[in-house]
């Protein structure tokens, strides 16, 4: 009888590839470029690979020294795509990966089937959202695709209930929260700058929400809540950070004119997307989520890890994050009245406004630092191919769950 040899005595390092579309400014890319920075490199050899070479993280990532392999593509309905599944293969054989990571479904549905063709030991997908985005079709197909994932690493245990109500193998499905890098988001100089560079007048208060402009992140009901402030605040200004990346760019004109109509005028400003997002936080006093949907927001964690009070809507992964009335406010989805009350309490009470900053600042260095979220990251790895080879050597013989399926049909046409 065979027996692997345990990968981290063979080589002292478990050959790792990660699988994302891009670099573009996500929650999803951030959190791929801190695992790659902090993941151990004596214990891990990472390698990158993706859809496009493209996106504002991509000159960060490229500072890694990490090589990224590119696998282009414009459509799942094309002979072309599985000409790239099968290159991708050979290329998992030629190097010998041992662990295939993807995010999202386009990098699911491309690559864990691909892995299971090169008999890459351990495939694991990542879903960090509930599919509100996904047609239904899409969600079956995400679905099967996962079956052929020795496991599914979620953000939020919201994001695991959904995928259980769904259908998906619960035994499967493993939390492990987003985390940040705290020392980030520590008070910097640079704030008057920032301002400066805005065109914001110095000292005024800034109300903000950072997020990407899709209709999921319900920017309408900030806009309508930011009505009912700026007529009680004079003062007080709304900075939106965030644009619409590779979505519909009519949701940021929508956004922009209601603006206008709703008589904000130059009391809002559309800042785009960011990559100084420590130094704006520094200036903010005070940082709104009004999604619709979530999965767990990096956003939320950054602007509670720089001690800004937040208030976020009670969807997804946010009651996991924020403790309702005391690190910052929950308020119903679709709610601009609830939005208002809640920003206005805080501005009514700078006291307490302070107080829910420090508790989130707290609650964010105890549970969603970046070294928790690596650990366990490495620890479900080595865990999972430490099952792999005793399951190898109990039974050599036995075929890998799925390995030889049929491969999964193309779904839709991938938007670089």
């Not at 593509?73 to 099968?86: A, D, G, K, M």
């Not at 990571?101 to 879903?127: D, E, K, M, N, Q």
């Not at 209930?161 to 705290?182: S, T």
Request: proline content about 5%; hydrophobic content about 40%.
């Amino acid at each position: 009888m065979i027996c692997r040899s345990n990968p981290t005595r063979q080589s002292n390092r478990v050959k790792l590839l990660k699988f994302l579309s891009f670099f573009a400014i996500g929650g999803t890319e951030r959190h791929v470029v801190n695992l790659a920075r902090e993941l151990d490199a004596s214990k891990f050899e990472l390698r990158l690979a993706c859809f496009k070479r493209w996106g504002e993280l991509l000159e960060e990532m490229e500072t890694l020294a990490i090589p990224i392999s590119v696998y282009k593509i414009n459509s799942f309905y094309n002979p072309q795509t599985v000409r790239q599944q099968l290159r991708f293969a050979g290329f998992l054989r030629q190097n010998r990966i041992q662990v295939v990571h993807t995010y999202g479904i386009y990098s699911t549905v491309f690559a864990v089937p691909a892995a299971r063709l090169a008999h890459v030991p351990v495939v694991i997908a990542s879903i960090r959202d509930i599919g509100e985005l996904l047609t239904p079709f899409q969600k079956r197909v995400q679905k099967f695709a996962c079956r052929f994932a020795d496991s599914i690493l979620v953000n939020a245990e919201a994001v695991r209930q959904w995928l259980i109500a769904e259908g998906y193998n619960a035994k499967k499905i493993h939390v492990i929260h987003n985390g940040i890098a705290l020392d980030r988001f520590e008070k910097k100089d640079g704030g008057a700058t920032i301002r400066q560079e805005l065109g914001l007048p110095a000292h005024v208060p800034l109300v903000a929400m950072l997020s990407r402009l899709n209709r999921l992140k319900g920017g309408e009901y900030f806009l309508q809540a930011a009505t009912a402030l700026a007529s009680r605040f004079p003062e007080v200004r709304f900075l939106i950070v965030g644009d619409v990346g590779c979505g519909d760019s009519t949701y940021k004109t929508a956004l922009e004119n209601a603006a206008i109509r709703l008589g904000l005028g130059d009391r809002v400003l559309f800042a785009g997307f960011r990559l100084d997002i420590p130094k704006i936080l520094s200036e903010v006093s005070i940082s709104v989520l009004p999604s619709l949907s979530e999965g767990l927001s990096n956003v939320l964690l950054e602007s509670m890890a720089a001690g800004v009070p937040v208030i976020a809507t009670k969807v997804g992964g946010n009651p996991e994050v924020i403790e309702d009335g005391v690190s910052g406010l929950l308020v119903p989805p679709s709610d601009s009245e609830a939005l208002a009350r809640a920003m206005r309490s805080l501005m009514e009470n700078p006291e307490l406004a302070h107080r829910y900053g420090q508790a989130g600042k707290q609650r964010v260095t105890e549970h969603f630092s970046l070294e928790r979220m690596v650990r366990q990251t490495e620890q479900h790895y080595l865990q999972l191919l430490e099952q792999t080879n005793l399951s190898s050597a109990l039974n050599p013989s036995r075929d890998r769950e799925g390995a030889d399926q049929k491969q999964p049909r193309p779904i839709t046409e991938v938007q670089p």
